[in-house]
């Protein structure tokens, strides 16, 4: 399974106050992950504690049964989970067949503490985003 590339985490809004050393960084971490069209990635309501960044395919995303909108490469979900185990808020399910680079928190935590400018960088994405 490939891992996540520079290139790709560039294009994704959430990382882009990050320069390519902090991208490579972030990369290494993120696992692929395969979901067949109909799949649910994430159900909501269920514990949470990995992102997902789409490299291929579309997703489905709904709330409390209703539909929130369709996502794509480059498109992420799971954020929240980067900084609290908190349930997911939605439900994600594979629209068609799809590749995505998933990352759990605990694997984040240590380029964090070995570099805050991260973490300060991360905390601002998602401040605009909320």
């Known amino acids: 399974m490939a891992p996540a590339s520079v290139a790709m985490l560039r294009n994704v809004p959430l990382f882009s106050g990050l320069d390519d050393g902090e991208l490579a960084q972030i990369a290494e971490t993120m696992r692929e992950r395969r979901f067949p069209e109909g799949a649910t990635v994430v159900r909501e309501g269920a514990s949470a504690f990995a992102f997902f960044v789409i490299e291929e395919g579309e997703a489905e995303a709904t709330r409390d049964g209703e539909p929130r909108g369709r996502l794509g490469p480059g498109d992420f979900f799971g954020e929240i989970a980067l900084i609290a185990y908190s349930p997911r808020t939605a439900t994600i ?38």
């Open 93 to 130: 399910v594979a629209a068609t067949d799809l590749v995505c680079h998933s990352m759990a928190a605990w694997d984040l935590t240590p380029i964090l503490e070995a570099n805050p400018a991260i973490a300060g960088k991360l905390e601002t994405a998602m401040a605009e985003r909320a």
